[in-house]
């Protein structure tokens, strides 16, 4: 089961403040231009994503590595896995995209597995 840490009232504060000094930040930067805004948003955006979850290419191998290690089979079901859409699970939502903190699921256990973590 994931479970990860929360923050207490104090370090929500902390992020409301790093949030709001880089949204300051990004308004400096940006000007007037609104398209200008909206990339270095998006750009933010994503390299902090790639800062917890990895690059995707990094993530595509690992998940290939993976597969191969379960000899193409469903970590949860034992099924043959698809060629496509499947999911990279995370065993410890702190513990990062790495060996040893991932399987690889099909779909349906994904879903099912979401739905008993209470997040679809
Ligand atoms: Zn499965």
Redesign the pocket.
């Known amino acids: 089961m994931t479970t990860h840490r929360t923050l207490n009232e104090a370090e929500l504060e902390a992020a409301r403040t790093l949030l709001s000094d880089i949204r300051a930040l990004i308004d400096t930067a940006a000007g007037q231009d609104e398209q200008l805004r909206f990339a270095l948003n998006r750009k933010v955006y994503k390299e902090l994503s790639y800062d917890e979850r990895g690059k995707p290419n990094a993530r595509a191998s690992l998940k290939a590595r993976m597969v191969k290690a379960q000899n193409g089979d ?1 970590a ?2 034992a ?1 043959p896995l698809p060629e496509s859409d499947t999911v990279l699970d995370l065993l410890s939502a702190t513990g990062g995209y790495v060996d040893g903190n991932v399987r690889v ?2 779909r ?2 994904d879903l099912a597995i979401q739905r008993g973590r209470g997040f679809a």
């Open positions: 469903c949860q079901c099924k699921l099909c349906p256990c």
